[in-house]
């Protein structure tokens, strides 16, 4: 497995936060700002990403090549919807949305493809495609409802369903089972726009950072989820794989994707529905500084039960 692309991506996420650090410090970008940037992050540039995810060729042979991976990804969801339910029950509600949402959607949305590719090749590639499609519909449904307030589940179904994010889903879904083609230049502006969120994304996660500081960052609770989101998840993915006798691949890709960090739309959200953004921005860049380490040690397990 070739690290030196990984390594290479971690490097430039990083490169980026401080980028917004230094941005929000010289106060180039202000709260104000900020706030624009929250918005035009999750009702422009994420909905158009999330489709242009979806929108990729689809036939038989992806389907049967990519069912047992299929398969693995849904388990693996309600798995980290259990551990989101049961494990933060006695932290503050502006922290437990952010460690449940957290638990149940890492970074694999914006590293997992790039990093599929560069251990694995196109075929890897592949299979981080099909394994995010439940992950992006949980991210968008259930994730969504962690941070939604509402006085019955109905009021919570309708702010998710009205979401932009699981509109683009629904879109995305469609064009990906029809196969229908998009005239070019509304394809070219949907994937301009989406190839901006990983960019934008670490740019607005270095000014929260810049208020939020490091001192705070090493915590026992940031470190608590931190363990369940880099070691035991992938753990249990790692497990299960060996238990059933996947496929070394298929069980790869699983392994590597379920060990991500913290998905950077933690602190999006957290922003947008008046969470702990601070916090969120801290287990953030904790799980991804600490991921440097981990994702490495996680390949050599894999080598290693291949």
């Known amino acids: 497995m070739e690290l030196k692309g990984l390594l290479n991506l971690q ?3 990083f490169l980026l936060i401080g980028a917004g650090v230094f941005l929000k410090k010289k106060n180039i970008i ?3 700002g900020r706030n624009v940037l929250t918005d035009l992050i999750v009702d422009l540039i994420l909905p158009c990403n999330i489709i242009g995810a979806f929108y990729t060729s689809f036939d038989k042979e992806m389907l049967i090549s990519g069912l047992q991976i299929l398969i693995i990804s849904i388990i693996l969801q309600l798995f980290c919807m259990l551990v989101s339910g049961l494990c933060y029950r006695k932290v503050p509600k502006s922290q437990r949305m952010i460690l449940q949402y957290g638990t149940v959607c890492s970074n694999a949305g914006f ?3 790039p990093v599929a590719e560069g251990l694995y090749g196109s075929l890897g590639l592949l ?4 394994y995010l499609i439940p992950q992006r519909i949980v991210m968008w449904s259930a994730g969504i409802s962690y941070f939604t307030e509402s006085p019955n589940k109905k009021e919570v179904i309708k702010k998710v369903l009205k979401h932009p994010c699981i509109i683009a889903v629904e879109i995305g879904v469609v064009l990906m089972v029809t196969q229908l083609p998009l005239p070019v230049f509304l394809e070219k502006a949907i994937r301009s726009l989406g190839g901006c969120t990983t960019a934008i994304t670490m740019l607005f996660i270095g000014t ?36 059933f006798r996947v496929d070394s691949m298929a069980m ?12 950077s739309t933690t602190a ?9 953004e601070k916090f969120a921005t801290q287990c953030i860049v904790l799980t991804t500084l600490l991921s440097v ?11 290693w039960f291949s």
């Open 11 to 13: 490097a430039m996420m």
């Open 30 to 32: 202000t709260p104000a």
């Open 208 to 243: 929260v950072l810049a208020d939020a500081g490091f001192h705070h960052m090493v915590t026992k609770i940031t470190m608590i989820y931190s363990f369940i989101r880099l070691v035991a998840i992938p753990a249990a993915v790692l497990a299960g794989c060996i238990l």
């Open 252 to 263: 790869g890709i699983s392994v590597v994707l379920a060990a991500m960090p913290a998905g």
């Open 111 to 113: 590293l997992g493809n």
């Open 268 to 276: 999006i959200l957290a922003a947008k529905y008046h969470g702990d």
């Open 127 to 130: 299979y981080a495609s099909i």
């Open 293 to 303: 380490g981990m994702l490495p040690l996680w390949c050599m397990a894999l080598n």
